[in-house]
């Protein structure tokens, strides 16, 4: 495989990671949204909200910051 070759599957497999993260930070958003509209109290929501965090942090270590 030539080096172009494998810069494009790097480029196409970071693309689709960074992609994966941010449809994760979405589905945990909507999710968090939908149960503080159900009711839930905070304490309820303290792990999804440690999830959510921990995703974001993925994102920014893959892109670099």
């Known amino acids: 495989m030539s080096a172009?070759?494998?810069s494009a599957?790097?480029?196409r497999t970071y693309?689709?990671?960074?992609?994966l993260l941010l449809d994760q930070l979405e589905e945990q958003?909507?999710?968090l949204y939908r149960l503080k509209?159900?009711?839930a109290r905070r304490a309820g929501m303290?792990?999804?909200k440690g999830d959510l965090e921990?995703?974001?942090r993925s994102l920014?270590?893959?892109v670099g910051r």
Do not use: E, P, S
């Not at 693309?15 to 992609?19: N, P, R, S």
């Open 46 to 48: 303290r792990d999804l």
């Open 9 to 11: 599957v790097d480029r």
């Open 15 to 19: 693309q689709l990671h960074v992609a």
């Open 54 to 56: 921990a995703t974001r």
């Open 29 to 31: 958003r909507r999710r």
């Open 37 to 39: 509209a159900g009711g």
């Open 60 to 62: 920014l270590a893959a």
């Open 4 to 6: 172009a070759a494998v």
